[in-house]
């Protein structure tokens, strides 16, 4: 019986694809440390300073990629940028997924915001309204909130010193509430903070290394909730009950608010409301929009405290140069001055408190691995198979150890914001005596994230950042405690890491620099 066209192509496509797969077993993986039958490489994983490892392999193999593998499952760990540019920027439409992390994103359903969800058209339109709305332009709308933000924290610093972790973070979910839904928060134990706070601490847990074992044996959230030793299913429906309110419980009040005529306009919402009501399908608009804005708590909250705590540490562990930041500060507001400064003073300023600035991203990554990518397809780069399905991790903590891009004259590891400037040659600086220097790779480059998948509201952070920074130093000197017999207590300068690294808690002495400077405090914002 004669073969049917049918069958010859079936034939032909079957002898194709073992030709591939021949084709492509004769390329190696990137090199990387040898594993555990079956287990291969999980147990080498489960540290929450993984990040360091990854930079050791890098180092012990030469290479930028690193190929693990866990449970059947291929990672590929990228140390360098320009590598992570080439696959994930250059390459975008293979590497924009996002992996199934079954604790977080199967049983708290977290995978709805725009850090974790899949590549699928949800999360392009609701990445297309994030990044409109925090485009250059437009988060220019938000500098009066981020101001007013940060005026209350000074406040409080100078009310109660010892309470700045907390009203730290009531500063960073203040400011993200305001920017994303156009309403202020109660000065204490807002219910809005609350809930975003209670969803940190669930994503935090759930993206910590090792956490929970059904991130490790899948299988396992199949148990169900009442079995014995099931402890993280009940767990996950509270988070996930938590997620679901953050979603919708501030984006409610701010419906409201629009039919009372009290909602601000200068916030995202208020562009978001705009697609909604344009919407050929407003019902699946308005999803998206609940799930954009409910998103930038998650994705700017921690990190927002994580930089700040970061940029008071370095303040204790380098006064000369928080010295050199408020002289810069003080050329243009004067000292004592007779106003905080503000963002129309950003070019005034100068050059200094903007390598500082870049200075902190660098020093403490705070996500020293970035979110992870999925491959789609098999990819071969530079001689390195990459199988279909890979998880795909970038290492800021390396890119910022790049010896070659910062450590030609200043040490890696020390803080200083000189290996980002030059001298200036520009007189619109005035006093000013340093610019960026262009050549310098700047950290938002990589401490973001890459390709499709880099943080929309980058810009925003790095704004609320450089106010943050130019306030406190304008109006407190920060300084190391001393003990009882007067020796400064210097920070151990630790973090503790999970998704998120914090500086470990430390003592500080935070007061006004002068009488004339703590009577604007007190006045500021009035």
């Given at each position: 019986m004669p073969l049917s066209y049918v069958d010859i192509a079936a034939c032909l496509l079957t002898l194709l694809l073992i030709y591939r797969w021949r084709k492509s077993r004769s390329i190696p993986y990137p090199p990387g440390p040898p594993g555990l039958p079956i287990l291969g490489n999980a147990l080498d994983i489960q540290d929450d300073t993984v990040f360091l490892k990854y930079q050791q392999w890098g180092k012990q193999y030469e290479s930028p990629l690193i190929h693990l593998k866990a449970l059947g499952t291929h990672l590929i760990i990228v140390n360098d940028r320009e590598t992570a540019v080439d696959l994930m920027d250059r390459r975008s439409a293979l590497y924009n997924d996002r992996p199934t992390l079954p604790m977080l994103s199967e049983l708290m359903d977290f995978a709805w915001t725009l850090g974790f969800i899949k590549s699928n058209q949800t999360w392009k339109e609701g990445r297309k309204l994030a990044h409109q709305a925090f485009s250059l332009q437009a988060i220019k709308n938000y500098q009066l909130a981020e101001t007013e933000g940060v005026q209350d924290l000074v406040r409080r610093m100078l009310a109660n010193p010892d309470n700045f972790d907390i009203d730290t973070r009531h500063m960073a979910g203040r400011t993200i509430i305001r920017v994303a839904y156009g309403f202020d928060v109660l000065p204490y134990d807002d219910p809005y903070i609350r809930i975003g706070e209670n969803v940190m601490e669930g994503v935090s847990a759930a993206t910590n290394a090792g956490s929970y074992l059904v991130d490790i044996f899948p299988a396992l959230k199949y148990i169900p909730a009442w079995f014995p030793g099931a402890n993280f299913r009940r767990q996950a429906a509270i988070w996930r009950e938590q997620g679901y309110d953050l979603r919708n419980e501030a984006y409610n009040h701010m419906l409201d608010l629009v039919k009372q005529g009290k909602m601000a306009s200068d916030c995202v919402g208020s562009s978001v409301l705009e697609a909604v009501e344009d919407s050929k399908n407003p019902e699946y608009t308005e999803y998206i929009a609940r799930c954009t804005l409910g998103s930038m708590y998650a994705a700017g909250a921690d990190t927002t405290v994580a930089t700040t705590?970061?940029?008071?540490?370095?303040?204790?562990?380098?006064?000369?140069?928080?010295?050199?930041?408020?002289?810069?500060?003080?050329?243009?507001?004067?000292?004592?001055?007779?106003?905080?400064?503000?963002?129309?003073?950003?070019?005034?300023?100068g050059g200094y408190l903007e390598?500082?600035?870049?200075?902190?991203?660098?020093?403490?990554?705070?996500?020293?691995?970035?979110?992870?990518?999925?491959?789609?397809?098999?990819?071969?780069?530079?001689?390195?198979?990459?199988?279909?399905?890979?998880?795909?991790?970038?290492?800021?903590?390396?890119?910022?150890?790049?010896?070659?891009?910062?450590?030609?004259?200043?040490?890696?590891?020390?803080?200083?914001?000189?290996?980002?400037?030059?001298?200036?040659?520009?007189?619109?600086?005035?006093?000013?005596?340093?610019?960026?220097?262009?050549?310098?790779?700047?950290?938002?480059?990589?401490?973001?994230?890459?390709?499709?998948?880099?943080?929309?509201?980058?810009?925003?952070?790095?704004?609320?950042?450089?106010?943050?920074?130019?306030?406190?130093?304008?109006?407190?000197?920060?300084?190391?405690?001393?003990?009882?017999?007067?020796?400064?207590?210097?920070?151990?300068?630790?973090?503790?890491?999970?998704?998120?690294?914090?500086?470990?808690?430390?003592?500080?002495?935070?007061?006004p620099r002068s009488k004339e400077h703590e009577a604007l405090i007190i006045n500021s914002g009035l």
């Open positions: 705590q970061t940029f008071v540490l370095a303040m204790l562990l380098y006064p000369e140069i928080q010295k050199k930041a408020q002289a810069e500060i003080d050329r243009v507001i004067g000292n004592p001055p007779s106003r905080l400064p503000t963002f129309a003073d950003r070019e005034a300023i390598g500082l600035i870049l200075e902190v991203f660098r020093w403490r990554p705070a996500v020293p691995t970035n979110l992870p990518h999925r491959l789609t397809e098999a990819d071969i780069y530079k001689g390195y198979y990459i199988p279909k399905g890979s998880i795909i991790i970038s290492n800021s903590w390396t890119m910022s150890r790049d010896e070659k891009t910062y450590g030609t004259s200043i040490p890696v590891s020390t803080f200083d914001p000189e290996r980002f400037l030059k001298r200036t040659t520009n007189p619109t600086l005035g006093d000013s005596q340093f610019e960026l220097d262009p050549n310098i790779v700047d950290p938002a480059s990589f401490v973001f994230g890459f390709g499709k998948r880099i943080c929309p509201g980058r810009f925003l952070v790095k704004d609320t950042l450089w106010i943050t920074a130019a306030t406190m130093l304008a109006v407190f000197d920060m300084r190391c405690p001393k003990d009882a017999n007067g020796v400064d207590i210097v920070p151990s300068a630790e973090y503790g890491h999970g998704l998120i690294a914090f500086p470990k808690p430390f003592a500080r002495d935070i007061r």
